[in-house]
């Protein structure tokens, strides 16, 4: 039962245009979805989050959109760099059950120069 | 400040043997949680301490333990390993007010595991 679920596992972009990484949901208990990074050899690195009373997070050159009713989100990178070249994980957690996160497969960013 | 730290970085195995994997929080976090991550795959939920208490469980078999110190440090033991055990191990730290309620978590660079 994949509760989070990525369905793009690789997005090559070309730098200074627009990435779309893009994450679906089940579980409509969800209270917040995040945005993870990580590099080889690293863990995830906290990127952004969303509230699901919000439907747009704006952090610097990462926003990230929810909508509820389609139970989607997508995270928008502009302008995208090549340091953004990296394995990105879609996240869910229940309210107060932050250490519970639920991750979907991840996808792959390639952010060519 | 350091990060979160574990402990190996990597380990061989062989199946049937225990394996100990350890953790240390960032300092003043009070909530540790532990992933499993298989090649290819986003991490799983195995387990969340806080203040010594198991507070969350994954869907793992009961060998799959975990303990917390009086430090908030904390081990993570798996037992009659099996060739599916075999994955990077990732410890995560939070505070009480923002990692707690939101689920942002700072994750240590994880113990690969690899089961022969």
């Known amino acids: 039962d994949q509760q989070v679920k990525q369905n793009s596992p690789s997005l090559s972009v070309q730098e200074g245009r627009i990435s779309i990484l893009n994450c679906d949901y089940t579980?409509?208990?969800?209270?917040?979805f995040l945005w993870y990074k990580k590099y080889p050899a690293e863990g995830p690195t906290f990127l952004i989050s969303?509230?699901?009373?919000?439907d747009k997070n704006e952090d610097g050159r990462f926003t990230v959109f929810l909508n509820k009713s389609a139970k989607h989100l997508s995270l928008h990178i502009v302008p995208s760099q090549p340091g953004d070249s990296a394995v990105y994980f879609c996240?869910?957690?229940?309210?107060?059950?932050?250490?519970?996160?639920?991750f979907g497969q991840g996808t792959e960013l390639s952010v060519k120069p | 400040d350091a990060g979160v730290t574990q402990s190996p970085t990597h380990l061989i195995k062989t199946r049937g043997q225990h394996v100990t994997l350890r953790c240390s929080p960032i300092s003043g976090h009070k909530s540790v949680s532990w992933y499993q991550q298989v090649l290819g795959q986003g991490p799983q939920f195995i387990f969340q301490y806080y203040e010594k208490e198991e507070r969350g469980r994954g869907n793992f078999p009961d060998r799959f333990s975990a303990r917390q110190f009086p430090n908030y440090s904390s081990e993570l033991n798996v037992n009659a390993l099996l060739l599916g055990d075999s994955a990077l191990y990732l410890c995560a730290s939070s505070s009480d007010r923002q990692g707690w309620h939101t689920g942002e978590l700072f994750f240590g660079e994880g113990s690969r595991l690899t089961v022969l």
């Open positions: 996240a869910a957690s229940e309210d107060n059950q932050g250490g519970k996160l639920i």
């Open positions: 969303i509230s699901s009373i919000k």
């Open positions: 579980n409509s208990m969800f209270d917040y």
